[in-house]
Structure formats: C-alpha cells, structure tokens
C-alpha cells in the first residue's frame, strides 16, 4: 500500500517514543536515547519530581480547607437569614452573651474605681507628725434669716421675745473638722476627730460652758479605741442619754430644737460601751460614764468677774456626774431601729446657798418606717438640766427676803420628735417638733419682774420643717420654716416665725 509519505523505521520509531516519554519519562528517556543519562542529570529529574509532589500535596491541603469553610459557611447562611432580632434581644436570649456582657461591665466598672483610686493617691496627703492617716472636712455655710419678731439672737434665734422683727446673715456657722485614724493598741483600733466653727463669742462661749473669746470654738472632740464589741472613749458632746439629733441646715451653731426639748449642749465625757448579746443584726448597747455638766447660761453669764471664769456648780461637788444607757439597737443596711433607756446623776454645790442635784431619766427612739422615712425622738424628765440645755436656761431660781436666801432646783420635762422623708438621694424633708417646760408654780414666788427673759421664761416650744437639697455630693441648699412660743411667767407667750436660707459647700 502507498502512502501519502513513506515512513522509514526510524521515523516510526521516534514517533511512537513521544507518548511513551510524555506518559512514562523514565522509559521514553531510555527509549529516546540508546546510551545512559549521566548521574547528575538523573539527580535533576529527582529532585523535580520531589518538588511537584510537595507542591501537589500543598494544593490537596488547601483544597481541603476550601472545602471545610464552605461547609461551615453553607452551615451559617440559614441562621444568619433568619436572625432579625436586635441586638439587645439576642443578649436577653443568649446566655453567654448575657454573661460575656456583665463580665464586660464589671471590668470597665473595676477599670474605673482603680482610675479614682489612682487618682486619690495622686493627690496631695495632710501629713502629721504621727505619720498616720489625718483628714480635714468641713462645710463652707452661709445662712440668712427673716424674723418676724424680736428673738434673742437674729443669726441663731431660739427663743422669741416682745419686740420688732429682724433680718441676719452670717458665715459663722462654717464647720471646719480633723479626722485621725492611730495605732492599734491593745488589740484595738484607734480614732479621733474635731469639730470647731467660728461662732465663739455669741452663743458658743455661753452655752458650751466655756469662756471663750475671739472667733474660732470648739464644738465636739472624740477619741476612742474600738475593739470588736467593746469602746472605750472620751469626748466632748451632747449627753448619752440623747443620742440622736434633729436635722437642719440653717441651725449648726446653736442645734435645732435647742432649748425645745432636744439635750445638746457639749460636756466633757469619759465613758464605755459595750455590745452584749450580739445576733447578726440586732444587740443590745450598754453606755456608761462619767460627765462634767457645765452650769446654764444664764447663770454662767452672771457668775464671771473680769477674766475669772469661776467653777461651775458641779465641778464645786467635787464630784463628776454618772451616766448611763441601754438600747436595743438592730441595723438593716444603712438604718438603724434603737429603742433605749437612760438616766443621769450629777451633784452640784452653789456657795453660801445651797447644795442641789442634776437628775434625768430619758427614753430615745428611732424608727425606720420604711426606705424612705423614718421616725425620731426623744423625751425627758428630770430636774436642773440648764447646764444640759433644758430647764428653760435655768437650774434653780433664789431670791433674797428680809435678809435670808430662798432657793429652789427647778424641775423639768420636754423632748422632741422628728419625720423625715427621703425623696431619692438628692432631697429630703424634715418636719420636728421639740418642747422644753418647767413648772410655772415652782418659777411664780421668785419672779421681780415680768419682763420677758431667761429668768421669767418658763415654756419654749419650737415647730420647724425644711427641705434639704443636694445637687451634688459637695453642694447643700436648704430652706427652713420655723416657730418659736415662748412662755413667761406673768407675760403673754411670744411669738416668732423665722425663714431661713442656707448654702453650703462640702470639702
């Protein structure tokens, strides 16, 4: 048969050795060439063929790979098509997200104490020579006054006299206070602090039994050692048997309801106490101590000779006075029910008349209501409290007849009680009452005049209410309403109302 070209053997030869190499190298190659490759030829192809293979098995692991995120995302498509809640909706439903989301809250709120505690130690410490912790507090107060009749004092009126009204302002009821923290000593922990204000020379020097001058007075000192049931303390303050206190922005100076029923004058005081029976809320307190009653004020404002300042009546007895408390106290979270019974005992001596005794049974109160209101109070009975801010300023009255001293230890009773509302954190609301009374009887045979005053004066009564605003932790703003009755013995009852301002600045 002719054909179109005529092959020769060796053509068909190298034709058929071209498939065979391309599928098989190593044959064709031995095919194609009669005499052996050399040995790094043979090295080369080797070294191609580990190559390709590594590169195969790469692009097989990537396919793979491929292969897997397909499926996960053939997996997710359904979900993600379906999900058309919000976002807070999904937390709510989710609870890993819900715990993933408090966690992360509760890390940005640790984030922010630590910046603020970092920043507190930034700041610039009151170094004492103790080298303990000292800090200084106070409050910058203004306070202004509309009276609509005379009263005794127009900056911090207590009680109402026959007269004109009158207008006052004043600063000097600005508070500066020192806090400390000491040492542990006998196994307890040590504290102490004072309070001074700057209304010496008006009603402080007076009333705190002391006879100061100039601007700055002391009002409370306290320094004590605290183990875990017990106190040991000394003090200057109001008696133990009052231990509450009514609440006011624009009476700081002069407490609130003072001479109206409410114990407040400050005594030096030595004393103990001591929880008993204590259950894991509530325990019943037990106070005891010693007291110097300072003398009342209007015995005390009589009693000075130059720049004498004489003993007062109890500290003539040579003895101090005794005082004591027991309470059921049971505190929830940031209130406190107490319910206590206390007295007082303290002798005194007045020269070339005649000896008398201060005395006091008391009973105090406080109830928390509910969250937002609570109940205050406390009620006495007893004789010669002037010194402890009763007794209508006095502890006795004497007189002179035909040449011979007639004298007489006045007795006493009143108290005060007081609501308070709470209106969240910023405002709050206070209404009290307070009555201080002596028998008129006992005033009547040694009255020589019926003009009123502290001598003629025989029952004070006071009404008040306030609100107390609070915008910020460091600004106070509060408006006052209040009414003094003052009753003389002979005289018509006097009458006062009074609207007061204050601002105050917290540090």
């Known amino acids: 048969m002719r054909l179109g070209r005529q092959w020769s053997w060796t053509s068909i030869r190298r034709a058929a050795t071209v498939p065979v190499f391309i599928l098989f190298p190593p044959i064709g190659a031995s095919l194609c060439q009669t005499p052996k490759p050399a040995p790094d030829m043979q090295e080369q192809v080797r070294r191609l063929t580990d190559a390709i293979n590594r590169v195969q098995g790469q692009i097989d692991e990537a396919q793979r790979e491929l292969g897997d995120l397909k499926t996960q995302l053939t997996a997710l498509q359904p979900s993600a098509a379906g999900s058309s809640r919000p976002v807070a909706e999904e937390q709510r439903t989710s609870p890993d997200a819900a715990e993933l989301s408090a966690a992360v809250a509760a890390i940005r709120e640790n984030e922010s104490i630590h910046d603020t505690q970092i920043a507190t130690l930034e700041q610039i410490k009151v170094e004492s020579e103790s080298k303990y912790p000292l800090k200084l507090s106070g409050l910058i107060l203004m306070t202004g006054f509309v009276n609509t009749r005379r009263v005794d004092l127009a900056q911090s009126p207590t009680i109402a006299l026959a007269g004109p009204g009158s207008t006052a302002s004043t600063l000097r009821q600005t508070i500066l206070g020192i806090d400390a923290h000491g040492p542990h000593l006998f196994g307890a922990s040590s504290r102490a602090d004072l309070r001074l204000d700057f209304d010496a020379g008006t009603s402080g020097g007076v009333y705190s039994g002391d006879n100061a001058s100039g601007i700055v007075r002391m009002r409370t000192a306290h320094?004590?050692?605290?183990?875990?049931?017990?106190?040991?303390?000394?003090?200057?303050?109001?008696?133990?048997?009052?231990?509450?206190?009514?609440?006011?922005?624009?009476?700081?100076?002069?407490?609130?309801?003072?001479?109206?029923?409410?114990?407040?004058?400050?005594?030096?005081?030595?004393?103990?106490?001591?929880?008993?029976?204590?259950?894991?809320?509530?325990?019943?307190?037990?106070?005891?101590?010693?007291?110097?009653?300072?003398?009342?004020?209007?015995?005390?404002?009589?009693?000075?000779?130059?720049?004498?300042?004489p003993p007062s009546t109890a500290e003539q007895s040579r003895w101090p006075g005794l005082e004591a408390r027991i309470a059921f106290v049971n505190e929830v979270r940031d209130r406190e029910l107490h319910l206590g019974v206390s007295g007082l005992f303290a002798p005194h001596r007045v020269p070339q008349l005649k000896n008398f005794n201060s005395w006091a049974g008391a009973i105090d109160v406080g109830l928390p209501i509910s969250r937002f209101t609570q109940l205050t109070g406390s009620a006495y009975r007893g004789q010669a409290l002037g010194g402890l801010g009763g007794g209508a300023y006095k502890d006795y009255v004497a007189r002179t007849y035909q040449g011979e001293w007639y004298f007489r230890a006045l007795d006493d009773s009143g108290g005060w009680v007081q609501w308070k509302q709470r209106a969240g954190e910023r405002i709050e609301f206070n209404e009290a009452f307070g009555i201080d009374n002596i028998p008129a009887h006992q005033l009547r045979p040694?009255?020589?005049?019926?003009?009123?005053?502290?001598?003629?004066?025989?029952?004070?009564?006071?009404?008040t209410a306030n609100a107390i605003y609070s915008p910020s932790a460091y600004l106070l703003f509060s408006l006052e309403y209040r009414r003094i009755a003052s009753s003389y013995v002979g005289y018509p009852t006097q009458f006062s109302d009074i609207i007061g301002l204050a601002a105050g600045y917290k540090f």
């Open 223 to 309: 320094a004590e050692l605290a183990w875990d049931r017990t106190k040991a303390f000394f003090s200057l303050d109001r008696p133990i048997l009052n231990p509450d206190a009514p609440t006011s922005l624009t009476a700081v100076a002069t407490p609130a309801l003072a001479w109206s029923g409410n114990l407040w004058t400050w005594n030096p005081q030595l004393g103990v106490s001591r929880d008993l029976m204590q259950g894991s809320a509530a325990t019943v307190r037990v106070e005891g101590g010693l007291i110097d009653v300072g003398d009342s004020p209007s015995l005390y404002s009589t009693a000075q000779s130059g720049t004498y300042s």
């Open 446 to 463: 040694f009255v020589s005049s019926y003009a009123p005053s502290y001598y003629n004066l025989a029952r004070n009564r006071t009404i």
